[in-house]
């Protein structure tokens, strides 16, 4: 069982930056893919960013350029470099991990950009 626990969301200021966290915990393994997904209210959850346990990386358009997505495997962690924010990227940040045929998912960090 793995348990996520995400920390370092906010209120910023469009054009500002925030770097979100999301520490694995409990008895696990291999964590392969780890990441980020957020949802928005009456909006459809959607990916953000995820790392693979090989480092391969995936983000959305949206956040391409603006966001970097990196894993520290020692500390089991997981982390998203947000930069250049915009009034458009708030949501709810949700942390994903996978371990074999298993997703896991943590309660998210709240992210508030104002304009």
């Known amino acids: 069982q793995v348990r996520l626990v995400e920390s370092g969301g906010g209120l910023v200021q469009a054009g500002g930056s925030l770097r979100l966290s999301c520490v694995a915990s409990g008895t696990f393994s291999s964590i392969n893919a780890m990441g980020w997904y957020r949802q928005a209210p009456g909006k459809q959850r959607e990916m953000v960013a995820l790392i693979s346990g090989g480092g391969a990386r995936n983000l959305a358009d949206s956040v391409k350029g603006r966001f970097a997505v990196s894993r520290d495997d020692a500390k089991s962690t997981v982390y998203l470099q947000m930069n250049h924010l915009r009034p458009e990227d708030t949501a709810n940040y949700l942390c994903?991990?996978?371990?074999?045929?298993?997703?896991?998912w943590g309660q998210g960090t709240q992210v508030t950009v104002s304009s």
């Open positions: 994903y991990a996978t371990e074999y045929n298993r997703i896991y």
